[in-house]
């Protein structure tokens, strides 16, 4: 597609950041992406993630979010949809993830203290 930087190799740890930070989006096409935390990286980094419907793009981004994939012909127009989210979103959707996570640890310390 023109525009789209395919890259289908390992990209090192000091390449990634850079590599997700100039992307408009981040397109997972796979079930297993949990392990690798791409979809995370993105959230923390503010940049768009289109991956098919799992819990772990539901815990970050909410049940709603546009870049969810719903059935094998929902991927151009995931990535159209996820493409109309704007940044003030996204990181208000961060902060938001940023503040459970924050309220999770704090009570699971609370409880071992």
């Known amino acids: 597609m023109p525009g789209w930087?395919?890259?289908d190799h390992f990209i090192p740890?000091?390449?990634f950041e850079t590599a997700?930070?100039?992307s408009d989006?981040?397109?997972i096409p796979y079930d297993s992406f949990f392990q690798s935390g791409v979809a995370a990286r993105c959230l923390e980094l503010g940049v768009r993630?289109?991956?098919p419907l799992h819990e772990h793009i539901?815990?970050?981004f909410g049940a709603d979010w546009p870049g969810i994939v719903r059935n094998e012909s929902d991927w151009l127009a995931?990535?159209?949809r996820a493409l109309t989210v704007d940044s003030v979103e996204i990181r208000a959707r961060r902060d938001s993830v940023r503040r459970e996570i924050q309220r999770a640890w704090s009570g699971a310390l609370d409880r071992v203290s």
């Open 5 to 7: 930087k395919l890259v």
């Open 25 to 27: 989006c981040v397109v």
């Open 20 to 22: 997700v930070q100039t």
């Open 58 to 60: 539901v815990e970050l």
């Open 13 to 15: 740890e000091d390449e």
């Open 49 to 51: 993630v289109v991956a």
């Open 78 to 80: 995931a990535i159209q």
